[in-house]
């Protein structure tokens, strides 16, 4: 167990993917700090009550927030192993845009893209250090390709595909893995009502992280790049 636990940095760790990813993470044994928006609304339950997890105040759109929780994490255990970038917003704004969806384009930016580069530039000392790095950034299918009218999102997800690809040449000397995680319809509060998907016929939760877990055991050498998850059939 000693030498499989690690220290994992999660953010969007409060519901849907995130929080399903925290309860399998700390069910391997894993250390957890969770970055959140709001720590004293958060829905965590008793999570802080195991031991196991420091929750710290986290804004995706505020550099010094990021550098503040690495800070707070290394002090509180020592070492950093691994980020797990769950936190991402959607906006539904075309291409075609009207003159009040620029913010949202500029907002998609800065919480789907810059947010994670931000986190992983805070924390790369730390996970250098380790020599077992790993990084699993909840990317989305929209990452891969684009459908329907949306064009700001999945925008957003292929600069964090692009993303995802510099951090693994970067870390790659350093035995710092990077996966990419590229799921279409999730049974989420994000997915309702914009799916025609059934949520029973949606990827679940859970199933994810399940994934996530698994990734976190594998040897350097076996760690994959990106993991595609589709629930449907695409043409």
């Known amino acids: 167990m000693a030498e499989e636990m690690r220290v994992v940095m999660l953010s969007g760790g409060s519901r849907g993917i995130g929080r399903a990813i925290v ?4 069910k391997e044994g894993h250390l ?12 965590i339950g008793d ?10 105040r986290y804004d995706a759109e505020d550099p010094a927030s990021a550098e503040s929780w690495v800070e707070a994490t290394a002090a509180w255990a020592g070492h950093v ?14 291409l075609l845009f009207s003159d009040g969806e620029q913010q949202d384009i500029e907002a998609l930016w800065r919480v789907n893209v810059m947010g994670p580069w931000w986190l992983t530039r805070a924390a ?9 790095g790993r990084i699993q950034v909840l990317v989305s299918m929209s990452g891969r390709r684009v459908r329907g009218g949306m064009a700001a999102y999945p925008v957003s997800k292929f600069a964090l595909m692009g993303l995802c690809q510099s951090m693994r040449n970067e870390g790659w000397p350093h035995g710092i893995r990077v996966t990419a995680f590229c799921p279409s319809w999730v049974n989420t ?7 025609q998907v059934s949520s029973d016929d949606m990827t679940q939760p859970d199933d994810l992280a399940a994934i996530s877990a698994l990734l976190l055991r594998l040897p350097a ?3 994959p790049f990106e993991v595609a998850v589709n629930c449907n059939l695409e043409t």
């Open 189 to 195: 509060t994000m997915a309702a009502g914009i799916s």
């Open 81 to 94: 192993d691994a980020l797990v970038h769950c936190a991402g917003i959607l906006r539904r704004t075309p």
């Open 32 to 43: 957890l700090s969770l970055g959140l928006r709001d720590v004293e609304s958060a829905d």
């Open 124 to 132: 790369w000392p730390h996970l250098v250090r380790s020599g077992r």
């Open 221 to 223: 050498a076996s760690v």
């Open 47 to 56: 999570l802080e009550d195991s031991g196991r997890v420091l929750l710290q």
């Open 23 to 26: 309860q399998a993470l700390l």
